[in-house]
């Protein structure tokens, strides 16, 4: 009989003993990853959280149909602070998404093995994320039912967008960011399509995993055409982790206004979008460890690890928003230092420090073992994160409009109900998908935990026994 030990050494300390596999050394893997979409109940816990996410959900779409018949004059949004939450939230939410590509796409180029057992959900984040984003720049126009005129679509007017506008190119960025992210998901995902269609107990399970598993039966063919379809969408996903946020970057920096129009924009925003990302990734990871028993899987190890990236991130933001107030400095406009000095000691300055604390000083303690490897302070660490990255887009978009050129013109932003609203309904939305996903489809790629197990099958493909034809059973 074959034995086959998962060492777990890293996962919590009253949790040392090694996880044994018997004579079928995948079959627990399989049996503990479908068992979280095959249970006819989920864990209550998830009944709650599924019924607070629809709920703020359902505001999300009250306040889109109140905006709808209203105008934009719900918002906070006046003169000059012509952007506000709309903005704010969408350029939050693209940063949000940049994780999943990163651990998906550039960790497998780079044959990390411990992504594996968090690129699946990741990516998943990342496709509920782009969603939410792509629900604000629609919205923010006014006009909404022209919302068509963005696209370069030939009509009866021959209206054609303005090309060099940044708001075209984001247009473009986002579309083929959020197409190549859910292909590249979607692709992952076929062999633990076909391995719950071969399990399910129902017909209409078997047929709805059928449908979407296009066919998959585990042959050598079947294997080489995916291994090379996810390569290649592997590295067309990779240069969009730097230019897609660079695209929404230039929304700023190519504007005229103080604080926006700089060149440091474009690393400084992929290295936040990366940032908040992962800090999303570990928001949505520990409770998922925690509600269905994943630790054998997302062992300690890829949460210290993923401390550690948003450690040297955040080390890397601050480092921008020093160098902020250098060039401001050192450019001599009076205009430029005005912008920045602002931004510290002015009327937003409570934001401005909120941001710098959990961007930069919090994240500090990653420096200690310790709070490496302590949930509670991961977790916490995590939702603070999040909470400065917001604030961070905040204070760049309403900082620089509420104080630019024409004292005679400044103005104090103060958000509405119905801006509070739609961000909490944001949220809800974005909870609602990933709840929805973590209930019916596999949140651990299987197949690819059983390459990268110690004892996997070096004549046979990824996960799979000598003589089998379907993916991972």
């Not at 479908?34 to 709650?48: D, G, K, L, T, V």
């Not at 949000?96 to 984040?125: C, D, P, V, Y």
């Not at 700023?252 to 924009?265: D, K, L, R, S």
């Amino acid at each position: 009989m074959t034995t086959l030990v998962i060492d777990n050494t890293f996962d919590d300390p009253t949790r040392r003993a090694p996880l044994v596999l018997g004579h079928d050394r995948f079959g627990t893997v399989t049996e503990k990853i479908c068992s979280i979409s095959e249970a006819r109940r989920p864990p209550r816990a998830w009944y709650i959280a599924f019924a607070i996410s629809l709920a703020f959900a359902s505001i999300l779409g009250v306040m889109i149909l109140y905006l709808f018949a209203t105008g934009v004059g719900v918002w906070g949004n006046q003169n000059p602070v012509m952007w506000g939450f709309p903005i704010v939230n969408f350029v939050f939410w693209i940063g949000i998404g940049h994780a999943g590509t990163l651990i998906s796409a550039i960790l497998f180029l780079f044959r990390q093995k411990w992504r594996t057992a968090i690129n699946r959900f990741a990516e998943a984040m990342t496709i509920f994320a782009v969603i939410c984003a792509g629900t604000f720049p629609g919205i923010h126009l006014g006009r909404v039912w022209v919302s068509y005129w963005i696209f370069p679509i030939p009509n009866q007017m021959e209206m054609w967008p303005q090309f060099r506008s940044p708001l075209l190119w984001d247009v473009f960025a986002v579309g083929t960011y959020f197409t190549v992210s859910l292909l590249f998901w979607y692709v992952g995902m076929l062999p633990d399509l076909a391995t719950l269609r071969d399990r399910a107990r129902t017909k209409v399970r078997a047929m709805a995993y059928g449908i979407f598993a296009l066919g998959w039966r585990g042959s050598v063919r079947h294997w080489h055409r995916y291994e090379r379809a996810y390569l290649i969408l592997a590295a067309l996903a990779t240069p969009l982790v730097l230019s897609v946020h660079s695209v929404v970057s230039f929304d700023f920096a190519v504007a005229q206004v103080p604080g926006w129009h700089t060149t440091i924009f474009p690393p400084y925003f992929v290295a936040g979008a990366i940032f908040s990302g992962f800090a999303m990734v570990m928001t949505l990871a520990i409770p998922a460890r925690q509600l269905w028993g994943l630790r054998d899987f997302i062992t300690m190890r890829h949460l210290e690890n993923m401390n550690k990236i948003i450690l040297v991130t955040g080390s890397m933001v601050g480092y921008a928003y020093l160098m902020e107030f250098f060039t401001a400095w050192y450019s001599g406009s009076i205009y430029e230092w005005f912008a920045f000095a602002n931004r510290a000691f002015g009327p937003y300055a409570w934001a401005y420090w909120i941001m710098v604390s959990c961007n930069v000083v919090i994240p500090q303690i990653f420096w200690f073992q310790w709070a490496r490897r302590k949930i509670a302070v991961m977790f916490i660490v995590s939702l603070l994160v999040n909470l400065g990255m917001w604030f961070e887009r905040f204070v760049i978009i309403v900082t620089s409009l509420a104080q630019d050129y024409l004292p005679s013109s400044w103005g104090y932003f103060t958000p509405t109900w119905v801006d509070l609203l739609t961000l909490a309904g944001s949220f809800g939305l974005f909870m609602t998908l990933f709840l929805l996903f973590c209930r019916y489809l596999p949140i651990i790629a299987m197949a690819e935990v059983k390459h990268v197990m110690p004892q996997a099958n070096p004549h046979g493909h990824a996960g799979q026994e000598p003589g089998e034809s379907e993916a991972g059973r």
